[in-house]
């Protein structure tokens, strides 16, 4: 894995001719975890439950780059206005 740190993010700028989505028509990523919680049961077996929760942004930039390192892309900007 690259040392992704040393890499500057950079501001956000459209492509030229590229057509915006409405900001009423944006949708939130679906980055998501699954948590897993065991439990006893009062007749002693166990369950267990799956939760789905939201990642930071950190993990989310994270598992991009990844993916990018795995496509074998050399360098990369992500940017996000937050």
């Known amino acids: 894995m690259k040392d992704h740190d040393s890499i500057k993010r ?4 459209w492509p030229v001719g590229w057509v915006r989505t409405v900001s009423s ?3 939130r990523a679906a980055f998501r975890s699954t948590k897993s919680d065991t439990y006893k049961q ?3 077996t166990l369950n267990t ?11 989310a930039t994270q598992r991009l780059e990844r993916q990018i390192d795995l496509l074998g892309g050399p360098l990369r900007v992500i940017t996000a206005i937050l």
């Open 10 to 13: 950079f501001p956000l700028e």
């Open 25 to 27: 028509k944006r949708q």
């Open 42 to 44: 009062q007749d002693g």
């Open 49 to 59: 439950v799956k939760r789905e929760t939201p990642v930071s942004v950190l993990v």
